[in-house]
Structure formats: C-alpha cells, structure tokens
C-alpha cells in the first residue's frame, strides 16, 4: 500500500502546484487594467471499494462501504468576475464599465471581449485597442446616434471612427435673445442700436442689427439690416405700459431673403415675457439694451471626444456644438465564468459562455460606462497571500507523505536483507 500512497501524495504535489501557479498568476497581474482573478478547486478522484456495505437485517445491523482514494486532482480554475476599482485617469480615451459586461473588440477575425478600455484613435480614425491594434466596436443597435454625422462611420462596418478634424456643417441662426433696458427719457425720434452676429444656412456669419426708435410714449418701432440680404420684421411696433413693462409683442418674426447662394430663413427675436423684466423693460436712466444671444453655429471641426453613461462617444467640436457620433457595443452573457481567456486583457466567447448578447450601457442588466477612467485588477491581495500559504503548506504535507512511503518501502527492502 505504500506504494499507493507514493501516487497519492504526487497528486497532491501536482494539484497544489497548480494552485500555486494560479495565485502567482494573480499577484503577477496585480496592475493589469481590468484582471479578473481566478481561483484553484480541487476534487477527489478514483476510489478502490473494498466492501460495498451492506443493509441490516433482523438479526445483524448494516455495514458501511469501506473505500480507498487514490488522490487528488484539478476540479476547476475559475474566474471571479467581480468589479475592480474604477481610477480616474483625466484621458478622455479612456473608458471602465461599473457593473456587468465587456467591451466588444474585432481582431479581423473574431469577435474580442475586454474589460480595459484603454483606447486610442489610429491613422485611419478607427477607435482601437492600442497594445494589439484591435478595432472597438458599435452597438449597432436601432437608433444608434449616429445618423446626424453622415460619413463618420463607415457604411456597413461596425467599427468605431473618430476622425478627429472631420468637419461638421453649422446650424443656422432661430433665435435671438434680447435683455436690458430702453430709456423712457428717450426723445421721439431717439433711435437705440444693437447687433448680434447671426448664421445663414451655409454657416456663413453675418451681421445682424436691430434698431429701436421712439414714436410715441411707451411705444418703439423697430428695423432690422442684415450684411448681405434683406431683413423684414413681420411686426414693427413694440409697446410698453406705464409701469415700464413689455406689453406685447413677446417675439418678432425677421425674414432674411437675398442672401446670395444662401436660403431664405426666419429668425425669431425674443423681446421677453409681458409683464416681466426678463427681457426688454422701459425704465428711465441708461438704455442698455441688447441682444444677449443666438443659437446659430458656424463650421467647426472635431477636436475631442468623451464617453457618457450610455457607452455613447459625444463629439465635441470647434465650433462649440456636442454631437454624438458613435456608440460603443457592451457584451453579456449568460455564463460569464465559461469565456475563455486568451491573453492580452481579452476573453472570447465558448460553448460554456453563450453566445454574446450585444446591448448598450446600461440597459438590458449591462453595467454603466465611466469616461476618463480604467478598471483595475480585482485581486485581494491578502486573499491571495493567504491561498499562497494554504498552497504552500498542501505541497509541503503532500511532499512528506511521499518521504514517509519511500521511507517504508525502505524498510521492506531492508527485510530482504
């Protein structure tokens, strides 16, 4: 039996060697953006039954099994998937996932799943995985933001592109805004001027002025120029109570025509609220009135990104408009622990895990994406030291029991003698 117990304890050695490459691994990959720690279980194997018991009867009571194992070996070495620590890193490339799910990567070949975000925008504006050129890539779900930037993604293709520098048509001038006051000692006659620069349809700016004058007590008729074009107020008297409040009209209408190779557009002045001084008031001192804002923008180019909840890349550009251009593919699965890893921070999808299920951050039990960030390892290091010492300790018994056998082989041998 001695010798049984030569091949018991060598399995005892391998196992707990096993284990003690596995918790290296771990404290090796301590840095490692987004490492998910793994764990060694052992199970019994092979026994030899001497006697498979037996039931009692009226006269005897039962016997139990008496059975012989034969060691011990590898059951599993398992993942453990939960969160790492999310760190700031003040890089808008960056990217960590706060809950469940994986990035969705494509080497040309298959698909990739990675919990480190740390991303990069190559030559050709395709959003990739720096240390392996894999591509990111889109969620490809309905209504994926990326219709308002056509051109940006490429047709048919799910990778992820940020041009930076790519440009993006202005919006032409709606609204204009007016605040401050016109003076009620203001002669009849007496004329105030303010301009704005405003946007035509092709994001070309053009100055905009607006002139006020006094015809009567509480009341100013008002014109409009515009460089280029014609402008006509729809409306063109404004009035005041005796309380020097807006009375109406709360907008003007201004059609702008004649604008050569640019379309004819309206722009609505919003004059304030009657009754209210949020906008154009009549009081006695200092005119101060002017147009405080628009909403029209001129061409600009993109310049930066970042990531929102959503896994969702919003483009910001020169011109001071964010426009969302892509949105980046979040994976779960039914079986996280069955992906099977393949180096180089990826995991790919197996028999064990199911099929990806692509989604979007935060949606469908998927985790949130936090920008400017990166997920760290999950290993516990005192966990770790403590499994080193449980290992170590299994190998160091396992190792005495095979001297022990060895030392009692030697004493039959020794009887030959």
């Known amino acids: 039996m001695a010798l049984n117990a030569l091949f018991v304890g ?16 771990n404290l090796a990959n301590l840095n490692t953006t987004g490492y998910k720690t793994q764990r060694t279980l052992f199970k019994d194997v092979v026994y030899q039954t001497l006697n498979a018991g037996s039931g009692s009867t009226q006269q005897v009571g039962g016997t139990n099994p008496v059975q012989l194992g034969f060691g011990v070996n590898v059951g599993a070495i398992d993942s453990i998937l939960g969160q790492g620590n999310l760190t700031p890193t003040g890089r808008n490339l960056d990217a960590g996932i706060q809950g469940a799910g994986f990035f969705v990567l494509s080497d040309g070949q298959q698909q990739l799943f990675s919990r480190a975000g740390a991303f990069s925008v190559d030559s050709g504006g395709f959003l990739i995985d720096p240390s392996s050129g894999a591509r990111v890539q889109r969620s490809g779900v309905v209504g994926e933001p990326t219709a308002a930037l056509p051109g940006f993604q490429v047709p048919g293709n799910t990778d992820v592109r940020i041009p930076f520098g790519a440009g993006l048509p202005g919006l032409q001038t ?28 092709q994001s070309t700016p053009r100055a905009l002025t607006v002139n006020f004058t006094k015809t009567a007590s509480n009341t100013f008729d008002i014109s409009t120029l515009v460089s280029g074009g014609t402008a006509t107020p729809q409306t063109t008297t404004i009035t005041f109570d005796t309380a020097g409040l807006l009375v109406n009209p709360a907008t003007i209408d201004v059609d702008i025509t004649g604008i050569p190779s640019a379309a004819a557009q309206t722009v609505t002045l919003n004059l304030g609220t009657p009754g209210q001084t949020t906008g154009l008031t009549q009081f006695g001192g200092t005119s101060t009135s002017t147009a405080v804002g628009q909403d029209g923008t001129g061409f600009g180019t993109l310049t930066d990104v970042s990531f929102d909840a959503t896994g969702t890349v919003q483009g910001r550009f020169s011109n001071g408009r964010t426009v969302p251009i892509a949105q980046l593919a979040i994976a779960g699965f039914n079986n996280q622990g069955g992906l099977l890893r393949m180096g180089q921070n990826y995991f790919t999808a197996s028999a064990a895990s199911g099929e ?38 299994g190998f160091q018994v396992n190792a005495r029991t095979i001297s022990v056998a060895n030392e009692t082989l030697q004493e039959l041998a020794n009887i030959v003698r």
């Open 356 to 393: 990806a299920l692509i989604g979007v951050g935060g949606q469908g039990g998927l985790g949130t994406v936090l920008g400017g960030a990166l997920e760290g390892a999950n290993v516990d290091i005192a966990i770790e030291f403590s499994r080193l010492i449980i290992a170590q300790r």
């Open 174 to 201: 709606a609204n204009v805004n007016f605040q401050g006051n016109l003076s009620s000692s203001l002669p009849v006659g007496g004329t105030i001027t303010t301009s704005i620069q405003i946007f035509d349809s």
């Open 10 to 25: 060598s399995s005892g050695l391998s196992a707990n060697s096993t284990a003690l490459d596995v918790v290296g691994n």
